[in-house]
Each structure stands twice: as C-alpha cells, then as structure tokens.
C-alpha cells in the first residue's frame, strides 16, 4: 500500500483498531521524543507502546501527559520560543497515544498531527520555515508497518 496523500493516511489508521492505532501513534512520536525533555512525557510513551498494557496502566500514563502538557502550556507564554512550543506539541502528542478510546476514534491521526506541529515549530526555531517535512516520514512509518503486517 502506497500513501502520499493525508486522505489515504487518515482512512488507513482509521480502518486500524484502537490499540494497533497506539502503537502507530507512539512511532509517530518517538520521531519527535527528542523536542521534549519532559521524562513524564517518555514514561507515558514507552507505557502506551506496549502491547499488554492494562487499562489501570493507560490511566496513570494518561495523567502523567496530561500534567506535563498542562505544564508544558503553562511555559509557552507570549514570549516563549519556538522550541518550548515544539515540546507543548510533543506532549500533546503523547496525550493522545495514551488517552482512553473506542472504536472510531483515530487517536493515531491525532498524534500524527500534533508531532507535525512540534517539528514544523523546530522548524522554525531553526530557520528553516514552516515547510512540513514530517507528513512524508509519517506515511514512511505507517507504509512500513502495514507491509509488515501483511507478510
């Protein structure tokens, strides 16, 4: 299967259920782990990529993202740079890999846009512009994991 459009991106991690779609999510923040130094946001990420993970695990994991993104907004104010804005990005990211879902929801889309988010800000901060360089490497990613699936 060969992705180059956000369309076909969005419709396959939705025909993908809840806990393949996790997985999915946490390679798409892993790309951009290294924007945030928050360790919270890294425990709640190796937490949600593995496999048997229980539902009293997810909910510690679900709260230790949602305190570092809270924390997180709380630093990027008016006169915040570009980087602690790519770090709020990651955390919301991984808030997403970790939040409780049902059938329907696409939380791996929503990861996907948030890292996009964070590298398009390190982006900036390292003026480059805005271009979006990590939708490719995300198609990469998911392409590569659904061809392993198959086989």
């Given at each position: 299967?060969?992705?180059?459009?956000?369309?076909?991106?969005?419709?396959?991690?939705?025909s993908?259920?809840?806990?393949r779609q996790?997985?999915?999510?946490?390679?798409?923040c892993?790309?951009?782990?290294?924007?945030?130094?928050?360790?919270r946001?890294?425990?709640?990420l190796?937490?949600?990529g593995?496999?048997d993970?229980?539902?009293?695990e997810?909910?510690?994991?679900?709260h230790a993202?949602?305190?570092?993104r809270?924390?997180s907004?709380a630093?990027?104010?008016s006169?915040?740079?570009?980087?602690?804005?790519?770090g709020?990005?990651?955390a919301k990211?991984?808030?997403?890999c970790v939040r409780?879902?049902?059938?329907?929801d696409?939380?791996?889309?929503d990861?996907?846009?948030?890292?996009?988010?964070?590298?398009?800000?390190?982006t900036?901060?390292d003026?480059?512009?805005?271009?979006?360089?990590?939708?490719?490497e995300?198609?990469?990613?998911?392409?590569?994991?659904l061809?392993?699936e198959?086989t």
């Amino acid at each position: 299967m060969s992705i180059n459009h956000d369309k076909e991106f969005k419709l396959a991690l939705a025909s993908l259920p809840v806990k393949r779609q996790r997985q999915i999510a946490v390679a798409f923040c892993r790309r951009v782990l290294d924007l945030c130094h928050d360790v919270r946001v890294k425990s709640a990420l190796e937490s949600a990529g593995r496999a048997d993970i229980t539902e009293a695990e997810l909910l510690l994991a679900a709260h230790a993202a949602q305190a570092a993104r809270v924390d997180s907004f709380a630093q990027c104010g008016s006169d915040a740079g570009w980087t602690a804005q790519a770090g709020h990005f990651v955390a919301k990211a991984a808030q997403a890999c970790v939040r409780s879902a049902t059938a329907g929801d696409n939380i791996a889309w929503d990861a996907a846009m948030q890292a996009r988010l964070a590298r398009t800000c390190q982006t900036v901060a390292d003026g480059l512009g805005t271009e979006n360089t990590e939708a490719p490497e995300q198609y990469r990613i998911l392409e590569t994991l659904l061809r392993f699936e198959e086989t």
